[in-house]
Each structure stands twice: as C-alpha cells, then as structure tokens.
C-alpha cells in the first residue's frame, strides 16, 4: 500500500527491527520418516565425528523485517507467510563438542539502533536498539530484507533500514537479498527505487550480487513471472550508475538478479 510521507498521526511513529530464521539448512529431501539412529557414534574417532558434524553446517537464511507500528499487522501477516525455523543452529545444542565446533563458524550478529531522529519517545514499550542477538556465519549464511526498506516518520524524516545495522556486521555478509514487494516499483518514482537499492548494495559490499526474490503474490498482484530476461531492477540500477561519474567501477558493475523466494536456498548453496 502507498503511504504518503505528510500523513498526520497523534501518536510517535516506532521502528524496531525483528529477524526471523526462515531456513535452517537441515531439509534434506527425501529422508523424511527414515530411521537416523546410529548408537554407535560416540565410539567413532573425534577426527571422524567432527567430519559429521560438520555436514550440519549448512547454508542458512535470516530473514531480518524494519516494522513501523502503523503497519505492525501488515508486516506481521508478511512473516507470517513465512516459515519459521529455530533461530539457533542445531550444532550448539547437541554437545560440547559440537558446540565447539558451531562457534569457530557462528556467532551473535546483528545488534541494531534506531536513529536518533526516528526514535520513539523515552516512555516507548518497544527499544530502540537491541544488542546482538542472531546467531549467523558470515561464510554461509544469507540475509533476506524485508519490511519499509526506506522507514519516515509522520514528519517526514527518513533513515535507510540497513543504516539501523552496524556496518561491522554489514560489511561480512556474503549474500544479501531483498524482497521484490518491498520495492513498490509500481508506485514509487525511479528515483526513489534507486535509492533504496544504493543503501543496501553500499552497505553490503562483500556480497558480489544483489538477489531481488519474488512470491506467487508478486506474480498474482505484480504481475512478476519468473524466470524473465526483463530484468527491468537491473535495468534500472544500470540506467542511474551509467549517468554518473563519482561512483567506483565495482558498485556500477554490481549483479542484481531476480529469482524466486522459494529457490533461494538452493542458490545460496550453489554460491557458497
């Protein structure tokens, strides 16, 4: 839904991030209801155990959401629609030795701050900051945008959603994607759309492409069928950094593809 940036609420527009694990790397297909016991684990060689431990180290996806409490129910329904695994791999909480193996690959990212100018009042029930608390391996792991990627308040100030983010923490992630929907290509101006895209590839320099992904409602609304060659947010990307000269070759040069939400698990582990 299009909200103009002049409307008038009585109440202190609050913003706070939330993050959501929705894949965890442990669906194999196919070994659904089969037997996995094996007792005789304990007794294998430590070398070989901490080869089978770390075939659980697999590819995640953290889905991390910028709520505005005008829109908290529409936000929360777009989680929803989501799947919604354990937020904490499973090597930390089988034993100590795997769990000494999980902490050389995982640990506590993601502290985030509301700015100043955005924040809500002292007397606020939500925070405006929270310290790290997702468990992720900058190595594997993707992080997936989703919610009001360009957040203003009822007067009109405005910060990115990945400026919340500590840049120490930004700068490490290998595959970042973001939500087709939250774009609004139909109802923002270029410009705007632009904008949105600069703030999240600047922030995100170790990720070698962008990856837009799409639901059956963006197909069924925004009438977004993939595969497409009308990469029309390539297009776009393009079009702006073409037109300028103060920008570095490896951010005009940057990949932006679209794919399907449902098929980025497995892109991410075709590009780990």
């Known amino acids: 839904m299009f909200r103009s940036w002049y409307d008038r609420l009585d109440e202190k527009t609050e913003f706070w991030l939330e993050f959501q694990t929705v894949h965890d790397g442990m669906d194999v297909p196919g070994n659904h209801g089969a037997n996995t016991a094996f007792t005789c684990f304990s007794a294998l060689p430590t070398e070989l155990r901490l080869k089978i431990w770390e075939q659980l180290i697999q590819p995640r996806i953290i889905l991390a959401a910028c709520f505005d409490s005008r829109f908290r129910d529409e936000k929360r329904e777009q989680l929803m629609q989501r799947p919604k695994k354990r937020p904490i791999p499973v090597l930390l909480h089988i034993n100590h030795e795997s769990r000494t193996l999980a902490l050389r690959h995982y640990e506590l990212a993601f502290a985030w701050k509301i700015p100043h100018r955005l924040a809500g009042p002292e007397t606020s029930v939500l925070p405006a900051s929270k310290e790290a608390h997702v468990w992720f391996n900058f190595g594997l792991d993707a992080l997936l945008l989703l919610g009001e990627l360009e957040p203003y308040d009822e007067y009109g100030f405005n910060s990115p959603m990945v400026y919340f983010l500590r840049r120490e923490d930004t700068r490490r992630v290998r595959h970042v994607a973001c939500a087709f929907e939250e774009l609004h ?88």
């Open 185 to 272: 290509l139909s109802l923002y101006e270029s410009d705007q759309v632009f904008g949105s895209l600069f703030h999240i590839i600047d922030m995100f320099p170790a990720a070698q492409r962008l990856l837009i992904t799409s639901t059956p409602q963006d197909a069924e609304v925004r009438h977004l069928v993939l595969p497409t060659t009308d990469n029309v947010v390539q297009k776009l990307w393009s079009a702006f950094m073409n037109g300028t000269t103060c920008m570095t070759s490896s951010l005009v040069k940057r990949q932006i593809l679209m794919i399907r939400e449902a098929d980025l698990p497995e892109f991410i582990v075709r590009h780990s």
